[in-house]
């Protein structure tokens, strides 16, 4: 099987990925993909016979997990809404960083303001290097997506 030329797999979707499918979908994907990537993080099989049987099989408790994911999703989603941190990074009188504002520091201001977000649901639209206030995408779910405001600025006083 190819795709374009390249080598292809089919693997089954155990959960819905963005730009691919949803869960139960028998789908194409380069080699590398599947083996380094969907199938050991658990999101998908491959897309051999025993394999849909077995799916089939557990496609109800499969799903069951995904709506109870969705749902702790979706309460996390509600605790974020209208979240707005507060960085303090030291900055030049035109406003530019001295550095910039990574993920890891999103990460942290969530963790200290309470709310625990893995780095990898974290998504910058662009590198922060200017102080101001930023949307900043919080992928909770494949399907639930909350959004937080960062406001960088020099010092405290700034802040209020």
């Known amino acids: ?9 089919e693997v089954i979707l155990l959960e819905r990925i963005g730009r691919l499918g949803a869960i139960g979908d028998v789908v194409k994907v380069k080699n590398g993909y599947g083996r380094n990537f969907l199938i050991p993080q658990k999101k998908a099989l491959r897309a051999g016979a025993d394999n849909k049987k077995l799916f089939e099989e ?12 969705k749902a702790a999703a ?11 941190l507060t960085l303090v990074r030291q900055a030049s009188q035109e406003g530019k960083l001295y550095g910039s504002v990574s993920v890891r520091d999103v990460a942290d201001a ?6 625990d977000v893995p780095r990898s649901q ?3 639209s662009s ?6 206030e930023y949307p900043v995408r919080l992928t909770l779910h494949a399907e ?13 006083q700034e802040a209020a």
């Open 58 to 69: 557990r496609r109800h408790i499969i799903e069951e997990q995904n709506a109870q994911a």
């Open 110 to 115: 969530l963790k200290d303001a309470g709310h």
């Open 144 to 156: 639930v997506v909350a959004t937080v405001t960062i406001n960088v600025v020099r010092n405290e």
């Open 127 to 132: 590198i922060i290097k200017t102080i101001g």
């Open 74 to 84: 979706e309460t996390k989603s509600g605790a974020l809404s209208g979240v707005t």
């Open 1 to 9: 099987m190819t795709i374009a030329g390249v080598n292809a797999m």
């Open 122 to 124: 974290i998504i910058l």
